[in-house]
């Protein structure tokens, strides 16, 4: 399930008709916010790829919001692009999570924006990369404690969903730098 923060600015909202005239950067990348319909489609499709059990809600929100919730559960007092929230119990070791719900995943989509800038790319597929990296950490996985077992799953992953360059490698590539 999508939800849309009321707080995003209007002119992204999924809602919007395709008549109106879409928002393209500079490099003819679509910097619209995809239909929720598009991104329930692709949860449900990179759910099934992580064999994550369960109900998912994806909540896209400001770079506010997802501070103040990075703020009450990380102790960050920062904005984020995502966070993952899984449920209590909700995934045991091998990976596959609880029958009714899995968890939920919160985005803020001008942190993915930026990032979809950053990347040369629509913020459809930076939204979508955010979202396998949520759907792994609810699947238990922890790219700060697994010695690259959620690296190698999220590059697996990314290749059969026919994404790019994900989080974990954006970031060890800063670190090199």
């Given at each position: 399930m999508?939800?849309?923060d009321?707080?995003?600015?209007?002119?992204?909202s999924p809602?919007?008709?395709?008549?109106?005239?879409k928002?393209?950067?500079?490099t003819?990348?679509n910097?619209?916010?995809?239909?929720?319909?598009?991104?329930?489609h692709?949860?449900a499709?990179?759910?099934?790829?992580?064999?994550l059990?369960?109900?998912?809600t994806?909540?896209?929100t400001?770079?506010?919001a997802?501070?103040?919730?990075?703020?009450?559960?990380?102790?960050?007092d920062?904005?984020?692009?995502?966070?993952?929230?899984?449920?209590?119990?909700?995934?045991?070791?091998n990976?596959?999570?609880?029958?009714?719900?899995a968890?939920?995943?919160?985005i803020?989509?001008?942190?993915?924006?930026r990032q979809?800038v950053?990347?040369s790319?629509?913020?459809s597929?930076?939204?979508?990369?955010?979202?396998?990296?949520g759907?792994?950490h609810?699947?238990?996985?922890d790219?700060?404690?697994?010695?690259?077992?959620?690296?190698r799953?999220?590059?697996?992953?990314?290749?059969k969903?026919?994404l790019?360059?994900?989080?974990?490698?954006?970031?060890?590539?800063?670190k090199?730098?």
């Amino acid at each position: 399930m999508i939800l849309l923060d009321p707080d995003l600015e209007p002119d992204s909202s999924p809602n919007t008709t395709s008549a109106k005239k879409k928002s393209v950067s500079a490099t003819g990348k679509n910097l619209r916010l995809p239909s929720a319909r598009a991104l329930a489609h692709f949860l449900a499709h990179a759910q099934k790829a992580v064999r994550l059990n369960g109900q998912v809600t994806v909540l896209l929100t400001t770079d506010a919001a997802i501070r103040k919730l990075n703020r009450q559960f990380r102790g960050k007092d920062k904005p984020t692009d995502v966070l993952s929230f899984p449920a209590e119990g909700s995934f045991p070791a091998n990976g596959i999570g609880a029958e009714k719900i899995a968890g939920d995943l919160a985005i803020s989509v001008p942190t993915a924006l930026r990032q979809a800038v950053e990347q040369s790319h629509s913020l459809s597929t930076e939204i979508k990369v955010l979202i396998l990296h949520g759907l792994l950490h609810l699947a238990g996985y922890d790219h700060e404690s697994d010695s690259g077992k959620m690296s190698r799953r999220e590059r697996l992953l990314r290749a059969k969903l026919g994404l790019p360059q994900g989080l974990i490698e954006r970031a060890a590539k800063v670190k090199k730098s």
